[in-house]
T-cell receptor, first 112, second 112 residues
Framework: NAGVTQTPKFQVLKTGQSMTLQCAQD?????MSWYRQDPGMGLRLIHY???????DQGEVPNGYNVSRSTTEDFPLRLLSAAPSQTSVYFC???????????FGSGTRLTVV | AQSVAQPEDQVNVAEGNPLTVKCTYS??????LFWYVQYPNRGLQFLLK??????LVKGSYGFEAEFNKSQTSFHLKKPSALVSDSALYFC??????????FGTGTRLKVLA
């Protein structure tokens, strides 16, 4: 049982480059979310999904896109990387609305 | 919009003493409240949740939390702290709008 798998674990981008952070879960969870974690700011919600084909914006969506074509996958796309997007990104999923989240191990992104 | 506040950046407690990590929330409607723990360079791990019912909920590793509707609080507690409890603790709230919002985190340091 792999849980929530995030790839890559580390990434360095140049300003203006684009990339996709991958997130996959094998628990048939309907709810998935992307967060970024910055020192002193806790976790901030970027985008979330309540099922395949349904996504919505969180607190800090600008500069990021998501899609949910399958229940398992929820990739996060950075359109044009900026130094302000340097952060640790976490993907999380839960089976039900009232459930606790299972988190991936994170992607540490540095934009130079 | 819902919000979560963790008023203490850091809590220090001696091993064997009881510990409390504070959390207050603001949400319209009935709150769903959660606590998570994060160890260094790891993703978050679910500890416990309050959905409805008994105001005192028990979770993993001997932790419990008390829901207080009048004070809009959901403080995390443990009767006897261990050095291994030292970590970063996050409170989270979910409302009917499907957004799952985290506080800024409290670093717990248990001193031997």
């Amino acid at each position: 049982n792999a849980g929530v798998t995030q790839t890559p674990k580390f990434q360095v981008l140049k300003t203006g480059q684009s990339m996709t952070l991958q997130c996959a879960q094998d628990m048939n969870h309907e709810y998935m979310s992307w967060y970024r974690q910055d020192p002193g700011m806790g976790l901030r919600l970027i985008h979330y999904s309540v099922g395949a084909g349904i996504t919505d914006q969180g607190e800090v969506p600008n500069g990021y896109n998501v899609s949910r074509s399958t229940t398992e996958d929820f990739p996060l796309r950075l359109l044009s990387a900026a130094p302000s997007q340097t952060s640790v990104y976490f993907c999380a999923s839960s089976r039900e609305f009232k459930g606790g989240y299972t988190f991936g191990s994170g992607t540490r992104l540095t934009v130079v | 919009a819902q919000s979560v506040a963790q008023p203490e950046d850091q809590v220090n407690v001696a091993e064997g003493n009881p510990l409390t990590v504070k959390c207050t929330y603001s949400v319209s409607g009935n709150p769903y409240l959660f606590w998570y723990v994060q160890y260094p360079n790891r993703g978050l791990q679910f500890l416990l949740k309050y959905i409805t019912g008994d105001n005192l909920v028990k979770g993993s590793y001997g932790f419990e939390a008390e829901f207080n509707k009048s004070q809009t609080s959901f403080h995390l507690k443990k009767p006897s702290a261990l050095v291994s409890d030292s970590a970063l603790y996050f409170c989270a709230v979910r409302d009917s709008g499907n957004k799952y919002i985290f506080g800024t985190g409290t670093r717990l340091k248990v001193l031997a």
